[in-house]
């Protein structure tokens, strides 16, 4: 198994719904990652686990919680978004322990807020 | 500040043609460069990736090159197809510490008419 499966694929949440993203890879990377991606720009780096710890965290809003439960998995829970957070979130895994190894995007969750 | 700038930022070609896209990078030091495709709304999906040492790559009609003593590559794609149409990122991983710190470019748009 060589990919990072992201769910769901699109998602359209109210400013006052609670939902999450999930993540997972079975490839045995011990890195996982959150971008956020707005049309036309370059991915922008959110969160960063490293052996199941969260090791940055690049001044992300307190509505966006991410959560790591084993290796494999990885989630991001989303509370109180505003319309400027419709964006495509990427998960992303590395070998993990420097040099980005195996450096592999999932597909997203294009995300609409409304 | 670590950097990487890709041109053309668009492409239009017929099908069949070839074409080169070019990245320049400051990123140091440097560990690898990647070659990214990435449809509209979807992950990047990686070509290709070179280490220092490495000049050149191919992955079926993908060549890349690397000239790590001017910090150039290029990403050449030979007798394109309509399923080309994307857009190509260069990602540059710096070595050590920092190495989960992908740097993008903004991308060059490529689309194949036929």
């Known amino acids: 198994d060589t990919e990072v499966t992201q769910t769901p694929k699109h998602l359209v949440m109210g400013m006052t719904n609670k939902k999450s993203l999930k993540c997972e890879q079975h490839?045995?990377?011990?890195?996982m990652y959150w971008y956020k991606q707005k049309a036309k720009k370059p991915p922008e780096l959110m969160f960063v686990y490293s052996y199941e710890k969260l090791s940055i965290n690049e001044s992300v809003p307190s509505r966006f919680s991410p959560e790591c439960p084993n290796s494999s998995l990885l989630n991001l829970h989303l509370h109180a978004l505003q319309p400027e957070d419709s964006a495509l979130y990427l998960c992303?895994?590395?070998?993990?322990?420097?040099?980005?190894?195996?450096?592999?995007f999932g597909s997203g969750t294009r995300l609409t807020v409304v | 500040k670590n950097q990487v700038e890709q041109s053309p930022q668009s492409l239009i070609i017929l099908e069949g043609k070839n074409c080169t896209l070019q990245?320049?990078?400051?990123?140091?030091?440097?560990?690898?460069l990647r070659w990214y495709k990435q449809d509209t709304g979807r992950g990047p999906v990686s070509l290709t990736i070179m280490t220092f040492s490495e000049n050149t790559k191919s992955n079926g009609r993908y060549t890349a090159t690397l000239d790590a003593d001017t910090k150039q590559s290029s990403l050449h794609i030979t007798a394109s197809q309509l399923s080309d149409s994307a857009s190509y990122i260069c990602v540059v991983t710096p070595s050590g510490a920092g190495s989960y710190q992908l740097t993008f470019g903004k991308g060059t748009k490529l689309s194949v008419i036929p």
């Open positions: 990245c320049n990078y400051t990123v140091s030091p440097f560990s690898n």
């Open positions: 992303a895994s590395s070998q993990g322990g420097g040099m980005g190894y195996g450096y592999t």
């Open positions: 490839m045995g990377h011990r890195a």
